[in-house]
């Protein structure tokens, strides 16, 4: 098992910024990618960005250039900072961590709410 734990949401006017961090713990050498999706109130949980364990990244479009996913391999930290935030980036922040190659193991953390005021 992996626990996932999320910390950073928070409000931010447009045009701030605010970094979100998930430490994961347990048995993580199970997975291989790290992410960031985010569900917005009546929509669908999208994927805002990934970073897999060779260090590749992939965002939404909606977000590129303005976020940024790292990582700290010694704490098994993922990072995303959020900048030029837009009202439309509100939404409730999950972290996933799971195995990209056989798929047998997906979790998530609890989720970290990022309001953005106009």
């Known amino acids: 098992q992996v626990q996932l734990v999320e910390s950073g949401g928070g409000l931010v006017q447009a045009g701030g910024s605010l970094r979100l961090s998930c430490a994961a713990s347990?048995?993580?050498?199970?997975?291989?990618?790290m992410g960031w999706y985010r569900q917005a109130p009546a929509k669908q949980r999208e994927l805002v960005a990934l970073i897999i364990r060779g260090g590749s990244t992939n965002y939404a479009d909606s977000v590129k250039g303005r976020f940024t996913i790292s990582r700290d391999n010694a704490k098994n930290t993922v990072y995303l900072q959020m900048n030029s935030l837009k009202p439309e980036d509100t939404a409730v922040y999950y972290c996933n961590a799971r195995n990209i190659v056989t798929m047998e193991v997906d979790y998530w953390g609890q989720g970290t709410q990022v309001t953005v005021s106009s």
């Open positions: 347990g048995s993580t050498f199970t997975i291989n990618a």
